[in-house]
């Protein structure tokens, strides 16, 4: 192979490493109405839907302008993150599994009653009591 074909190739081969190690590391889309969670069935398919529902939200614990569409995505957010966090105890892992899911649904509610008062603080701050509850869970319990 010449020096010329190596490198015309080497575009293409670190795309597909790219891909390959996305492909690795994405988490499957779960996406569950309000009245199929309780009808998850694993730990796993619960944890892939509280990705899913968080997942696009991050972003607005630094952007604190919310627009009328934000807010209606909060709402949902809240709602079902307390429901996804009630469902994971069908799988307890023990008790500090358990707390973080306790904090997981206080941090839901407090996003809610943030939406329900246009509450940009409140709602900013919920979002990061929300992350760090999963954060603190997937090192605590699941790397456990």
Same mark, same amino acid.
Not at 24 to 51: F, H, K, W
Not at 95 to 123: H, K, P
Not at 135 to 143: I, L, Q, S
């Given at each position: 192979?010449?020096?010329?074909?190596?490198?015309?190739?080497?575009?293409?081969?670190l795309?597909?490493?790219?891909?390959?190690?996305?492909?690795?590391?994405?988490?499957?889309?779960?996406?569950?109405?309000?009245?199929?969670?309780?009808?998850?069935?694993s730990?796993?398919?619960?944890?892939?839907?509280?990705?899913t529902?968080?997942?696009?939200?991050?972003?607005?614990?630094?952007d604190?302008?919310?627009?009328? =569409?934000?807010?209606?995505?909060? /709402? $949902?957010?809240?709602?079902?993150?307390? #429901?996804? &966090? !009630?469902?994971?105890? *069908?799988?307890?892992r023990?008790?500090?599994?358990?707390?973080?899911?306790?904090?997981l649904?206080?941090?839901?509610?407090?996003? =809610?009653?943030?939406?329900?008062e /246009? $509450?940009?603080?409140?709602?900013?701050k #919920?979002? &990061? !009591?929300?992350?760090e *509850?999963?954060?603190?869970?997937?090192?605590?319990?699941?790397?456990?």
């Amino acid at each position: 192979m010449s020096a010329r074909s190596r490198f015309a190739s080497a575009p293409r081969s670190l795309g597909l490493l790219a891909a390959g190690l996305l492909a690795g590391t994405c988490v499957p889309y779960v996406n569950p109405p309000m009245d199929e969670i309780s009808q998850l069935s694993s730990l796993r398919e619960t944890m892939d839907a509280q990705a899913t529902i968080t997942d696009s939200v991050w972003t607005k614990i630094d952007d604190r302008q919310y627009s009328d =569409t934000d807010w209606e995505v909060l /709402r $949902d957010v809240g709602v079902r993150i307390q #429901a996804t &966090a !009630d469902r994971s105890r *069908a799988w307890s892992r023990g008790g500090l599994f358990d707390a973080y899911a306790s904090d997981l649904i206080s941090s839901g509610a407090a996003l =809610t009653s943030a939406v329900d008062e /246009r $509450d940009n603080d409140l709602a900013a701050k #919920a979002l &990061a !009591d929300m992350r760090e *509850a999963c954060r603190a869970c997937h090192t605590n319990v699941k790397g456990h």
